[in-house]
């Protein structure tokens, strides 16, 4: 594994800390300042600008008051001074005391800049639930 690859996987992992932590401020220090930022969250139009999509951030924090998240199918690229990370997040939550489980097919897209790599785009697809199959399909 390269040195940028690491070091974009600890990005990666940054967002996922910050995003558990609830905390504005820890999510503020994962984005880009010098680029323009846009997000995607399920179910929202897309959001683009620093204080829009911190804004969204503030919104969800104070709606939430746990999530945790298992990231699934992680997987790297890297060109250049750009990087994008796409996975499944499986998230566990609380919303108005109930108990949410969740699965987003996630696009993370990291910039190099002179801070190290800092995320410039996130996006988020929710993800139908489907029973395991346990027979082989049939052709009629």
């Known amino acids: 594994m390269s ?3 690491k ?3 600890q990005a990666n992992e940054n ?3 910050a995003f558990e932590s609830l905390d504005v401020k820890q999510m503020e ?9 846009q997000c995607g969250h399920p179910g929202w139009r897309i959001l683009r600008g620093w204080n829009v999509v911190m804004e969204s951030w503030r919104r969800i924090f104070e709606n939430t008051p746990m999530i945790r ?5 992680v997987a790297i ?3 250049g001074n750009m ?3 796409t996975l499944y997040e499986n998230l566990n939550s609380s ?7 969740a699965t987003v097919l996630t696009t993370n897209i990291f910039e190099k800049g002179p801070d190290g790599w800092r995320m410039i785009h996130h996006h988020g697809s929710s993800v139908a639930q489907q029973a395991p199959q346990t027979d082989p399909p049939t052709v009629h």
């Not at 220090?29 to 930022?37: D, G, L, M, Q, Y």
């Not at 998240?69 to 199918?73: A, K, Q, R």
């Open 3 to 5: 040195e940028d690859t």
């Open 7 to 9: 070091l974009v996987a």
């Open 15 to 17: 967002f996922y800390r």
């Open 29 to 37: 220090k994962v984005w880009a300042k010098e680029s323009p930022i």
């Open 69 to 73: 998240f298992l990231l699934t199918d």
């Open 77 to 79: 690229e890297i060109r």
């Open 83 to 85: 990087a994008w990370v």
């Open 95 to 101: 919303v108005e005391g109930q108990n949410i489980s």
